[in-house]
């Protein structure tokens, strides 16, 4: 629904990417659309640890030199990422430690 094809033939590949997602695993009963349950499961699914994903991210766009470790300079230069993340509390787990 959110793709125009305004005279084009060829579809992008995020479209046909997306019509497969929907298809294989978002449209549980194949019935081709998306109920309540399956929109939920979409959104929210159960087994996605929100914690993990939140700190794998963190320390991918902060871990400079790629040991998977995080020193205080490299936390500090990625500091805005920091305050701005559910993980931290939005910066407050910051404020409590004295080594940040």
Do not use: C
Not at 22 to 28: A, L, P, Q, S, T
Not at 30 to 40: F, L, P, Q, V
């Amino acid at each position: 629904d959110m793709y125009s094809q305004d005279g084009d033939a060829d579809e992008p590949e995020w479209v046909k990417t997306e019509r497969e997602q929907f298809v294989e695993f978002r449209d549980k009963n194949r019935d081709g659309k998306m109920d309540k349950e399956e929109t939920k499961d979409w959104i929210l699914p159960s087994d996605y640890d929100h914690a993990e994903a939140e700190a794998r991210h963190l320390v991918y766009e902060s871990d400079q030199d790629k040991d998977g470790k995080l020193t205080k300079e490299e936390i500090v230069e990625k500091y805005d990422l920091f305050v701005g993340s559910q993980a931290t509390d939005f910066g407050e787990a910051l404020v409590r430690h004295d080594e940040f």
